[in-house]
């Protein structure tokens, strides 16, 4: 499998499917493992990054994007390649999947490579340039709650605001998470970014992004991540070790540290939270 394994609702109806790709074709399968509609579907080249899906607001049948060797690869439920979606080709090779993001009243569909972020129409025109900001190779772009501008990380551990009119770059420096971060949003008013040494709560209610919390991880090295239930998981791979902080204030749990040989997930469970390791 290559990237994520995502839930979708392929049929519309409360009930969920499993999207995931491998290197040659991408997958909807029900909870019984069985094959959904026309996928598996073949791909037009080798994926690099994964897949995503789509439902745009006004009623458009669902989209599925696939991180392919070259560029963005872009299909219908009927399993077919959509017609007239020419997208920006990236220089670089793809990092992370696709996403459908709505920013300013827009809809964008933001990829990225190792150099920038791209931004196109839903036809793969581009819709804004930014100037390279060297994207954090595990970090997840967000839209802040208010819907006016994006934000994400680069390498060297800033958090970035992108104004979806111009394109223009704020950043918020944050010197102590350093380059190997991984970033992702908490929920609509909120943004994590976590690293070997310290981790962050950003606050994206408001018209920039600023720090809400701020902590020491003390990690050897970050694995992974998983936020749920106020809490973030954060696997160290070098320690074999699963380090649970409240997000509200950084405090570590007392249960904390836990071992694990790399699997990992966290949920809610009874107003509190559930960890889950190997």
Known sequence: VVGPVSQIDFYGNGKLQYLFSTQQSVYVIDRLGNDVGAFPVRLPSTSVSGASAATYSDGSPMRFFVGCQGGVALFGPDGKEVDGWKPQHPEGQLQGVAR????????FIVYRDQYSYYFTDRRGSRRLTTQPLAPGSRSEMAVAKSGRYFVTTTTDGSVISIDPSDGKLSRLALDSIGPENIARPIDASAYLVAGRRMAAVIDVTGDSPRVRTVWRTGLQSLGKVAVAGGFVALYDDKA?????????DGREMPASPLKSCGGMALGEANGGFAVYTV
């Open 100 to 107: 459908h993001l709505v920013c300013g009243g827009k809809d």
């Open 240 to 248: 074999e070790e699963v380090r649970i902080f409240s997000l509200a």
